[in-house]
């Protein structure tokens, strides 16, 4: 099968593109870097052409910080599924987050864009699965809440249920090989996000210590990301995926 995956050079569409390798498919890597702009719809077109199924793991974020975050994501994912129906994909693969839904979120705007394309693909006519993901492993050092100077490693105190990017990757080259259902996935273990940054700090020898701070946002602290009722839990455990990293170090 050939797979196109938009925003092949982030952190989960490196790892999508090496799993649908590994699983035997032809990939067509796109990105920014191979002249495909969600923004502007630059080689979108062309780059889908030929692709039997496109996934999306795309951050469509505007160059301006004054620009409208979910306009601009709600007009990336018009134009991949517009697109993607021009050129004859079959399927397209959107990755989102988990409990984006939860009235906590009402103001967050990088989670107000997350609902919006949800949107666009509810009234699109092209086939289309969600997967939503928790948080990943590899949020351990995410400067969404991680801080880290020359001295120390300050961390929002998060409550999470991580799942490591390689298996977010594996569940969305399913979805577009042959389990089309729409799933929640989350990891098997909660913790709090700095016990999982000082882990990954210890393991890959970073002498710096951990100072938790208080989250921007209380609900953070009080588990509005943990897995929801329906997630499915995938492994490996924190435990586990640290060990991999010390491995790696």
């Given amino acids: ?13 490196l790892a ?10 032809n990939v067509i890597a796109l990105s920014r870097a191979t002249g495909v702009d969600l923004h502007t719809g630059a080689g979108l077109q062309e780059g889908l052409t030929g692709a039997d199924v496109v996934i999306d793991t795309s951050n469509a974020f505007p160059a301006s910080s004054d620009a409208d975050l979910v306009a601009a994501f709600v007009a990336a994912t018009r134009r991949l599924v517009e697109a993607g129906k ?19 979120f009402d103001e967050f705007g990088y ?16 086939p289309h699965t969600i997967i939503r993901s928790a948080q990943w492993m590899e949020f351990a050092l995410n ?12 961390v929002e105190d998060w409550s999470v249920q991580p799942v490591a990017v390689a298996s977010v990757a594996d569940a969305l080259v399913e979805a577009a090989t042959g389990d089309p259902r729409n799933r929640q996935i989350a990891g098997p273990s909660k913790i709090r996000l700095p016990e999982l940054t000082r882990a990954l700090l ?3 020898g970073d002498p710096r210590p951990v100072v938790v701070t208080e989250p921007s ?3 953070l602290a009080e588990g509005v990301l943990l897995a929801p009722d329906d997630a499915e839990l995938l492994g490996p455990t924190p435990a586990e995926w640290v060990s991999v990293q010390r491995a790696s170090a």
């Avoid at 099968?1 to 569409?13: D, F, L, P, S």
């Avoid at 999508?16 to 498919?25: K, L, Q």
């Avoid at 400067?143 to 300050?154: G, Y």
């Fill in 202 to 204: 210890e393991a890959t």
């Fill in 111 to 126: 989670y107000l864009a997350k609902r919006a394309q949800e949107e666009v693909l509810a009234t699109s006519s092209l």
């Fill in 1 to 13: 099968m050939k797979i196109a995956i938009v925003g092949a050079t982030g952190t989960a569409g």
């Fill in 86 to 104: 021009q050129a004859g994909v079959q399927r397209l693969v959107h990755l989102s987050i988990c409990n984006i839904d939860q009235p906590a």
């Fill in 217 to 219: 946002l209380p609900a």
């Fill in 16 to 25: 999508t593109t090496a799993a649908a390798r590994r699983a035997g498919h």
């Fill in 143 to 154: 400067p969404a809440a991680v801080t880290a100077t020359e001295s120390d490693v300050r």
